[in-house]
């Protein structure tokens, strides 16, 4: 079979190494907890962590444009359905 | 040429079980999305019992995911290593990736079971309820993906050697296990770490 240009090993390995890094900035934000900016900071960090994986190692990067919006749109709907959901029972459960 | 133009006989020009796969995956991040949803829900409220929060171990917690996130590692350098034709290293890094997704697994029951202990069930309350059942879930998903790989490395010692081929191949596992990496990701930061 032909393979296209996938990262090599010491790509691979250098991408755990950031998700490592990431991981222990996030867990250090923790414990820092520098108040407003935490979550937003933390969500920041997951989503980058996120990127990294489905990009390099689930390879969403080097495929073709119709996986790419398949997925994306799952994650998209999820994303709105459970938002609007959520917003939902936030404005009408009382306390 | 790439991995989705090769496969020339199908009519999107994508193998059918890459497609699938990633379809499945799809419709998975609608599941999870539902149970971080419903744990979201109950996180914030004043409950009767023990509230998750008061409980979670983060130190413990951190290190389980950075064992998931070598797992993740160890399941690319097997395709790595397939695509080199390397059958031997790709079997070793499968069976790393089962042993480093058992570890996590073991953490998973030691902090249930300590949970247990300390009074916080499945029926304790809300909150309660969606922490087991959203990282319960997550835990099946990781399970399931053990008895995958030892399956895939069973197949590919019974039929000689691994392949990207037809039915249950490294390439489709490795986007499952993948997958079950990045939902850790965001249960991790959206139940542990923000609070």
Known sequence: ????????????????????VLTAIEVSLYYLDIGGFNTFALIILMLIKFVLVVGFYM????????????????LGAASIIYLVVLLTFLEWTPG | MTDT????????????????????????????GALIANYLLFKGRELQGI?????????????????????????????AALTREDQKHARLWLLATAGLGMAFIGGQ??????????GMTLATNPASSSFFVLTGFHGAHVTVGIIMLLTLVGISLRQGSLSF????????????????DIVWIVIFTVVYLIR
């Open chain 2, 5 to 32: 133009t090769m496969h020339a006989s199908t009519s999107t020009g994508i193998d059918s079980g890459k497609l699938g796969m990633w379809a499945f995956l799809s419709s998975e991040a609608l599941f999870f």
């Open chain 2, 109 to 118: 029951v030691f902090e249930f079971s300590s949970f247990y202990r300390e």
């Open chain 2, 165 to 180: 081929g037809k039915g249950l191949n490294l390439e489709l596992v490795g986007l499952y296990w993948h997958f079950v």
């Open chain 1, 59 to 74: 390879h969403l990067r080097y495929e073709s444009g119709f996986l790419n919006r398949l997925f994306i749109a799952g």
């Open chain 2, 51 to 79: 509230h998750p929060r008061e409980l979670l171990n983060i130190p413990f917690t951190s290190a389980s995911s950075f064992v998931l996130l070598m797992s993740s590692l160890t399941m690319v350098l097997a395709h």
């Open chain 1, 1 to 20: 079979m032909i393979e296209h240009a996938h990262p090599t090993p010491k790509q691979y390995v250098a991408i755990a190494g950031i998700l490592v």
